[in-house]
């Protein structure tokens, strides 16, 4: 009986050891940062910012979040009324695979997460891209874990925060924001 007592002990040491290492392994997204460019760490919060638009672009769905900084930019008027976003101004795009609903399927759902992008204006840090600083950090559901985006991506991301000014530059004349602040 004795052994028992002993072999049960063991197995809940062996069990809590195990979990321990689960906790202890899993990534904390905010250390993972785009080299020579943002880290995740300063958009930290996103997750609560409020929704500025949806969007659907090559087979992703996507939420575009703005944090309050942005979205008081917004209510005023800007990009519309010819003036800039302010300094401190972040946004978030959170990509997802799309899945039919179960319960109701023609509705079209937030699958897999697949990536998460982020913008911030900076006009000293970013003055030679437009004000604004940029990075991608895809998402591998097997490992839990973030990376930054690379030139392998579809689009091609280099490894700085000017990943974005490319793509960006066609909306120059919207303070190089893509997305506006849709009527509620």
Not at 21 to 48: C, H, M, W
Not at 74 to 81: I, L, Q, S, T
């Amino acid at each position: 009986m004795k052994n028992k007592g002993i072999q049960g002990v063991v197995v809940i040491a062996v069990l809590l050891a195990v979990v321990a290492g689960v906790a202890i392994s899993a990534q904390d997204k905010y250390t993972v940062q785009v080299p020579n460019g943002l880290a995740f760490s300063e958009f930290r919060g996103y997750e609560e910012w409020q929704v500025v638009s949806i969007s659907q672009d090559g087979g992703l769905m996507a939420a575009i979040l703005a944090d309050p900084v942005m979205i008081d930019a917004y209510r005023a008027g800007v990009p519309g009324n010819g003036k800039k976003f302010p300094d401190g101004a972040k946004m978030a795009k959170i990509h997802w695979n799309p899945k039919k609903m179960e319960t109701f399927p023609a509705a079209t759902v937030p699958g897999t997460l697949h990536d998460v992008d982020f913008m911030v204006k900076d006009s000293k840090r970013f003055a030679d891209s437009g004000g604004w600083g940029w990075a991608v950090f895809k998402y591998d559901a097997a490992s839990d874990t973030f990376t930054p985006g690379t030139l392998a991506d579809k689009p091609p991301q280099r490894n700085d925060a000017k990943c974005g000014f490319a793509c960006h530059t066609i909306v120059k004349g919207q303070d190089y924001v893509f997305t506006a602040y849709g009527k509620r």
